[in-house]
Every structure is written in C-alpha cells, then in structure tokens.
C-alpha cells in the first residue's frame, strides 16, 4: 500500500463513524483473510506438485509414530493405500458432543429450559 493510500486511509478513519471505522476494520480483516488464503492455497498446490518420489522415500517408522501422535500420512501415500480422510465437525453442549448442529441445539434449550423451571 502506497504512502499516500495509507494517509488517505488514516483520515478516513480519523473522520469516520463508529460504523465507518468498524466497516474499514472488517475490510482490512477481510482482506488478510483472503491473502492467507491465498498463501495456503500456494502452500498446498506446492507440496502436492511434489510429486510421488517423495513420498516412495518416506519412511513408514517415522509415519507410524507420527500418527500416533494425532498426525496423518502424506496424501500421496494414504491414497495409494487407499486411505480416506474425512473431517467430521462437532457440536458440544453441556459436556456432550454433537455431529448435528440441530440436535446440539436442541440439547442447549432443553438445559436451558430445565434451568429455568
């Protein structure tokens, strides 16, 4: 961002609304977002361009102990393994977990109800 941009954006701000300055904040959040997006889609679009001769290298010991630490295998592998990943989301409630949103949901106004009564 140029000098003169920044200064244009510093008086923006100075003489800006509560909402004004809020939106400008958002912008600027918005786009950091959209770089690090960016910059992990570079990222990721390097490491499988990699190729399979790495991954034919790796060592499996090494992989193993990795994963029993929470980690996974290297995506070329697991597919030739034929290894699927899914990524399930999840929902706690009151010390329960969730895969529904609608039945985490229903569980919170169920013990907020009860607490009411």
Known sequence: MSDMAKNMLAQSRAYGTTEE????????????LRLLVE????????????????????????????ENEGGSLDKGLAASLDIKHSATAQFETG??????LA????????ARDSSLS
């Open 95 to 100: 010390g329960y977990r969730y895969t529904k």
């Open 39 to 66: 910059l992990g889609t570079r990222a990721a679009n390097s490491e499988v361009s990699r190729g399979t001769e790495e991954v034919g290298r790796a060592d499996v010991a090494d992989e193993r102990a990795w």
């Open 21 to 32: 300055r809020e939106v400008l904040a958002l912008e600027s959040i918005a786009d950091q």
């Open 103 to 110: 039945d985490a949901i229903a569980q919170a106004k169920r």
